[in-house]
């Protein structure tokens, strides 16, 4: 895929204000009145638990990826729903009740981030005549179990191995991951213990039975800093076909802008949904976070309007210079995208140069939600018109 990127300051001209102009316009055609950061659709299903009933709801008719979240009682799986994709503090967790039924949780902050979460009880029997595994493995794209790290989790290990047998048997495309959870209470020698003895116990378990295909990813992970939300964003970047397609956009802006790390977030969960080729580190992301909560807290305080209420919009973007000459640079992408950037603050001399090209990453962008939802409609359609198709891929990866 190629880009009309500048490297050359000299060059821009007059292109960067017909291009701010035009995206301006664009951006106040796009949006509707009515946006405000931070609200879900809850659609929880609430009554009494009843696992027939539950698991025969055909929920999904649009057939969007589907993440499951098991583990054992009081593991922390509703805590991390909530603190991801709700906004909750992780204090307030404390007082949440034990799951007693399944709680499907319908997550679409943008036409990357959609999928639906899928919160199991940890009572819950596979074995039980009510549970139907080939509706509820068959459309699973991905399976998260969480394990608490700070009990004894013999117990979890051998339901864990269950649940990814029976799972796996229904569905070999599942991505089975582990969030050994709660380790905020452990010392980092024992963390890395009890990764260690987990990550073998599990996978000697599996080969023992045959199940040697089988790959499990493992994070350590708690709800008091940032690694849930670096752990889910790695779960849900598996679940977005155009993943190689973002990361390119993202490595070819970075190289042309003098950019040291880049970031492209979901603003309502904080989930990064892709980033450049170079490795990440946790620091850069924790601050990348806080920043987009400055932005919006702010932007909901003093920056929404009296008729529409939309606190992150089209003219939203922020700069802030840390004091080793580091500069953290936020520019809105839509209205639930954001693409945050790290660079050196005599690298952004050149800010022209570095807002010009995110109006070519930002059109880029465009086009792929474009193929994208062409791509959807065609799958709906029985008989659809190949030339449909085709047209708006070469004009992606053709760009001059």
């Keep these: 895929m190629k880009l009309n990127l500048l490297t050359d300051p000299n060059q821009l001209g007059g292109m960067l204000a017909d291009s701010r102009a035009s995206y301006e316009q664009e951006e106040e055609d796009h949006y509707g009145p009515g946006y405000e950061v931070g609200s879900y659709t809850k659609d929880y299903n609430d009554g009494p638990y009843d696992g027939e009933n539950d698991l025969n709801l055909n929920s999904n008719p649009e057939g969007k990826p589907r993440i ?25 967790t404390l007082f949440l009740e034990s799951t007693n039924k399944i709680v499907k949780d319908e997550i679409s902050n943008s036409s990357f981030v959609q999928f639906q979460i899928w919160d199991f009880p940890g009572q819950v029997d596979f074995f039980d005549p ?15 179990f969480v394990i608490d790290a700070q009990d004894d989790y013999i117990d979890a290990l051998m339901k864990l191995n269950l649940t990814v047998t029976r799972a796996y048997k229904v569905n070999p495309n599942i991505r089975f991951e582990v969030f050994i959870h709660k380790v905020d209470g452990l010392s980092d020698d024992h963390k890395i213990e009890a990764q260690r003895d987990i990550h073998q116990r ?8 045959g199940f040697d295909s089988v790959n499990l990813s493992f994070y350590l992970t708690s ?62 992301y924790e601050l990348c976070c806080d920043m987009i909560d400055v932005v919006v807290d702010i932007s909901c305080i003093y920056g929404t309007k009296e008729a529409d209420g939309a606190a992150f919009d089209h003219q939203s973007l922020s700069l802030i ?17 954001a693409l945050v950037c790290i660079l050196r603050e005599d690298h952004f001399a050149r800010q022209g140069l570095i807002d010009y090209n995110f109006v ?22 029985p008989n659809p018109n190949v030339g449909d198709i085709i047209q708006p891929l070469n004009s992606v990866a053709l760009k001059e």
């Design 202 to 209: 599990a996978n000697d378990e599996l080969m023992e039975e």
């Design 321 to 337: 210079k840390l004091n080793n000459s580091t500069i953290l640079y936020l520019r809105e992408v839509n209205r639930f995208l």
């Design 360 to 381: 070519c990453f930002r059109n880029a962008i465009q086009e792929v939600f474009e193929v994208r939802m062409q791509v959807q409609q065609a799958s709906n359609n």
């Design 130 to 144: 009510n549970f139907d595994c080939e509706m509820i493995f068959g459309g699973c794209g991905a399976l998260v």
């Design 68 to 92: 499951l979240l098991m583990g054992l009682r009081r593991s922390g799986k509703s805590s991390i729903q909530k603190v991801v994709f709700h906004k909750m503090s992780p204090n307030e």
């Design 223 to 284: 709800i008091y800093d940032h690694s849930i939300f670096e752990a889910f964003s790695k779960v849900v970047q598996k679940l977005i076909p155009q993943l190689p397609t973002l990361e390119n956009l993202l490595n070819i802006f970075v190289s042309n802008s003098g950019i040291e790390k880049a970031f492209l977030f979901d603003v309502v969960s904080k989930i990064y949904i892709a980033t450049d080729s170079s490795p990440v580190d946790m620091q850069s």
